[in-house]
């Protein structure tokens, strides 16, 4: 049972990323997934979540317009889009599936906005 988080890197104000979340060893559809961010110095932060039985994910209130969180049954992921980013998106962003009492946390994945 394993949880990745991907797609992180260096990207210039105003661009933007997709990150990934990956299970393997069990269904994310049955599962809630979180996304969350950690900046240097900083508490960890919840971005969104998109759960099994509610359509509607969740924000928080600065990330939307600017994050979409969206499944791909197919390739058993979670996505998190991110556009026009900001230096003060820099962190490290980890995802996390839980389900009744499992909860998994995947590796963070490090995003760098800078010019």
């Known amino acids: 049972v394993q949880l990745q988080a991907s797609g992180g890197g260096l990207v210039q104000p105003g661009g933007s990323l997709r990150l990934s979340c990956v299970a393997s060893g069990f269904t994310l559809d049955y599962y809630a997934i979180a996304w969350f961010r950690q900046a240097p110095g900083r508490g960890r932060e919840w971005l969104s979540c998109?759960?099994?039985?509610?359509?509607?994910?969740r924000y928080e209130d600065a990330m939307k317009g600017r994050f979409t969180i969206a499944r791909d049954s197919a390739k058993n992921t979670v996505y998190l889009q991110m556009n026009s980013l900001k230096p003060e998106d820099t962190a490290v962003y980890l995802c996390?599936?839980?389900?009744?009492?499992?909860?998994?946390w995947g590796q963070g994945t490090l995003v760098t906005v800078s010019s």
């Open positions: 998109i759960t099994s039985g509610d359509p509607i994910p």
């Open positions: 996390n599936a839980l389900f009744g009492v499992n909860l998994y």
